[in-house]
């Protein structure tokens, strides 16, 4: 039996009364990237957040269904531990302000105990940096505060502190939305980069459809909470099956 990197079925997402998600599954193999695209209010990013669990700290929010990673179900462990398989990078960039461009990326692998020595630490940030194709420009500035850095150097560095956790899965929502299109480039090669060399498979929300032609291997199109559409990206971006799929990808929607 093949396994997946990300498996989830018959996925419904409740926000108090609102019916969010509705019965939504797809199925992506190891070292892919996966375009979650559709208009604004579509449930892009409440599929994000059902699958990392983050979904539950919203109060009255209700999951149904199932989600695994690597054939574990991700609602029936601890979520710290689930998590510490899954990275996340949101829309906006948020380092920790009160902490040096260095520490932001130690801080997770300190935490979780995955290094042994200062020197093991420094190389591991060092390859996060590198991955996140950050490091030339911040190298002889470790200990500045970020906010010294450009909103899309901040949002590689909020990448390269993912990274820096080994996670098996990493999940973007909108990563490149509030950045200028110099580091929106950087951070789709970074992602092709990180699938090519370290076989990560990746998670992409993205309103854009040029994006996820550019660089997904697979789509999937909600609208209105239902998955219109699913199946490798080039199949739906030269033969979409669905008029609501041809409609985005128009830009009619």
């Known amino acids: ?17 609102k019916h969010i998600i509705k019965g939504v599954s797809v199925q992506i193999p190891r070292a892919k990237i996966l375009a979650v695209m559709g208009p604004s209010g579509s449930g892009k990013s409440t599929m994000l957040r059902a699958i990392n669990r983050l979904i539950e700290l919203i109060p009255d929010a209700r999951v149904e269904g199932r989600v695994e990673v690597y054939g574990r179900d991700v609602y029936a462990e601890d979520p710290y531990k689930i998590r510490r398989i899954m990275g996340t990078v949101f829309q906006t960039p948020n380092p920790f302000p009160h902490m040096s ?10 935490i979780n105990r995955l290094v042994k020595s200062k020197r093991e630490l420094d190389e591991l940030v060092r390859w996060a940096l590198e991955k996140a194709m950050l490091w030339d420009e911040v190298k002889d500035r ?9 909103g899309g150097q901040q949002q590689r560095l909020c990448l390269a502190r993912a990274l820096a956790l080994k996670p098996k899965l990493l999940l973007l929502d909108e990563p490149t939305g509030n950045v200028d299109p110099v580091n929106a480039v950087k951070i789709e090669e970074a992602l092709k980069g990180l699938v090519k060399e370290l076989g990560l498979t990746i998670v992409l929300v993205t309103h854009t459809p040029q994006q996820a032609v550019r660089i997904s291997d697979y789509i999937a199109f909600l609208y209105m909470g239902k ?22 990808l128009r830009g009619e929607v």
């Open 1 to 17: 039996m093949k396994e997946f990197a990300l498996e989830v079925k018959d996925l419904n997402v409740w926000i108090r009364d």
């Open 101 to 110: 461009i260095y520490e932001n990326v130690a801080i997770g692998p300190k």
């Open 142 to 150: 470790l200990h500045d505060p970020p906010h010294r850095l450009s």
């Open 227 to 248: 998955l219109v559409e699913f199946g490798l990206t080039d199949r739906i971006a030269l033969n979409p099956s669905h008029e609501l799929t041809v409609k985005f």
